[in-house]
Nanobody, 123 residues
Framework: VQLQASGGGLVQAGGSLRLSCAAS????????MSWFRQAPGKEREFVAG????????ALGDSVKGRFTISIDNAKNTMYLQMNSLKPEDTAVYYC?????????????????WGPGTLVTVSS
């Protein structure tokens, strides 16, 4: 499974961005797709996860009410709509996929990772 994230960039605080993660390869073997982020000097943090069936969704506490995750299985693409962005949202955002049947909130729960996309929120 190959994952490619896109959509990062520079935005002012209070603005919005939408990240995309395109999956290719043996995508039928993955049931969960998630977003993580990593700021300089910090550990990789769970942001949001979704079941490919669309049934289960989880959001990290720091993004609840501001970020929305969705998936378009016809396009094999996952999205992260980020609204009301804050400077503390600045990080490299990674998409990940797992063959497990539930959303895992730790990086070790994922077998597949894509290269990250940088999101910078200016104050």
């Amino acid at each position: 499974v190959q994952l490619q994230a896109s959509g990062g960039g520079l935005v002012q605080a209070g603005g919005s961005l939408r990240l995309s993660c395109a999956a290719s390869g043996s995508t039928s073997s993955t049931y969960i797709m998630s977003w993580f982020r990593q700021a300089p000097g910090k550990e990789r943090e769970f942001v949001a996860g979704v079941a490919r069936s669309g049934g289960a969704i989880a959001l990290g506490d720091s993004v609840k009410g501001r970020f929305t995750i969705s998936i378009d299985n016809a396009k094999n693409t996952m999205y992260l709509q980020m609204n009301s962005l804050k400077p503390e949202d600045t990080a490299v955002y990674y998409c990940a996929a797992s063959a497990k049947f539930r959303v895992e909130m730790t990086p070790r729960g994922y077998e597949y990772w894509g290269p990250g996309t940088l999101v910078t929120v200016s104050s």
